[in-house]
């Protein structure tokens, strides 16, 4: 079975700083893979997602997820935060589109200090 | 664009009341999820739904059960609530076909048994 780690919990970052919020998941021969963004008081939003090709995959709002097969990763990264992107951050994999339940991190909470 | 709603933001309930969570999607999906997410715990899924009158068990189904009785409708019920289900209680729907299988969350429900 699929499994996600999401390898910090907590990411505080100054407003205009990089982040890299770090996703592994275990091996399999096909991933799907996904990032998605909670914020506050709100349901899940689909930010952006791997399903082939290009291995470097963007969102409409800067952030950018790179698919490393050889290390299993997927980590998302924005090279200057705002204070808008505070919010939580979910990585989850599929290995078979379709009638298959997407497998979630436990998430990162990314706080931008003014 | 796809909605899923939940038909409560905020609910109290007391210890042994039955409990009605309902959920509805407009995009015509045939897949259905529900979630409970805790802080530190991530996304645990409790049952899903791969048509009408269909369920399987998720992670954590204890204590739960569902109804599907039309295809954009999924009912979550805590057949006698208990302080340990105080959560948060969200709702999901994809579609097998097309994509990645990528799921679609509606806003949560805030739940709290006393």
């Known amino acids: 079975a699929q499994s996600v780690t999401q390898l910090d919990s907590q990411v505080p970052v100054f407003e205009e700083a990089p982040v890299e919020l770090r996703c592994n998941y275990s091996?399999?021969?096909?991933?799907?893979l996904f990032w998605y963004v909670q914020y506050p008081n709100q349901g899940l939003q689909l930010l952006l997602k791997?399903?082939?090709?290009?291995?470097l995959v963007e969102s409409i709002n800067g952030f950018e997820a790179e698919f490393n097969k050889s290390q299993t990763s997927f980590h998302l990264r924005k090279p200057s935060v705002h204070i808008s992107d505070t919010a939580e951050y979910f990585c989850?994999?599929?290995?078979?589109?379709?009638?298959?339940?997407?497998?979630f991190g436990k998430g990162t909470r990314l706080s931008v200090i003014a | 664009d796809v909605k899923v709603t939940q038909s409560s933001r905020y609910l109290v309930k007391r210890t042994g009341e039955k409990v009605f969570l309902e959920c509805v999607q407009d995009?015509?999906?045939?897949?259905m999820f529900w979630y409970r997410q805790d802080p530190g715990l991530g996304l645990r899924l409790i049952y899903f739904?791969?048509?009408?009158?269909?369920?399987e068990k998720g992670d954590i189904p204890e204590g739960y059960s569902v109804s599907r009785e039309k295809k954009e409708r999924f009912s979550l019920i805590l057949e006698s609530a208990s302080t340990n289900q105080t959560s948060m209680y969200l709702c999901?729907?994809?579609?097998?076909?097309?994509?990645?299988?990528?799921?679609?969350f509606g806003p949560g429900t805030r739940l709290t048994v006393t």
């Open positions: 791997y399903l082939s090709g290009s291995t």
């Open positions: 989850a994999v599929s290995d078979r589109p379709g009638n298959t339940p997407l497998v």
């Open positions: 739904s791969y048509d009408v009158k269909m369920k």
């Open positions: 999901a729907s994809s579609s097998p076909t097309g994509g990645a299988g990528e799921q679609y």
């Open positions: 995009m015509d999906h045939e897949n």
């Open positions: 091996s399999s021969v096909s991933v799907y």
